[in-house]
């Protein structure tokens, strides 16, 4: 019922910006939370930033005072503004939305993940 669409991964060198997007789409009411997590080669999947519905957020050590997590509600849009930028945030970067359904559950869905790369 819900699709996850991210966007604006690349290429970048140390100290620059990317910024990525995720647009859901799908039958669903509300969208509880969007947030990102990482993978780097041989790691596990890292927690990067969430914000809520009422644009509460929180964010991961590695990345606090860098990274920007903000939504569009009436796009159903979760961008994640990446400035000075590191070789260790090298990773592929998920979308992460949680959908609140009936009788207080939530369901999670994922996005395909987009490739960020920061070399010289």
């Known amino acids: 019922q819900v699709q996850l669409v991210e966007s604006g991964g690349g290429l970048v060198q140390p100290g620059g910006s990317l910024r990525l997007s995720c647009a859901a789409s799908?039958?669903?009411?509300?969208?509880?939370?969007m947030g990102w997590y990482r993978q780097a080669p041989g790691k596990g999947r890292e927690f990067v930033a969430i914000?809520?519905?009422?644009?509460?957020?929180n964010y991961g050590d590695s990345v606090r005072g860098r990274f920007t997590i903000s939504r569009d509600n009436a796009k159903n849009t979760a961008y994640l503004q990446m400035n000075n930028l590191k070789p260790e945030d090298t990773a592929v970067y998920y979308c992460?939305?949680?959908?609140?359904?009936?009788?207080?559950?939530?369901?999670?869905?994922w996005g395909q993940g987009t490739q960020v790369t920061v070399s010289s």
């Open positions: 914000i809520t519905g009422g644009k509460n957020t």
């Open positions: 799908g039958s669903f009411v509300s969208i509880a939370s």
């Open positions: 992460n939305v949680v959908i609140p359904i009936a009788v207080g559950g939530v369901s999670n869905y």
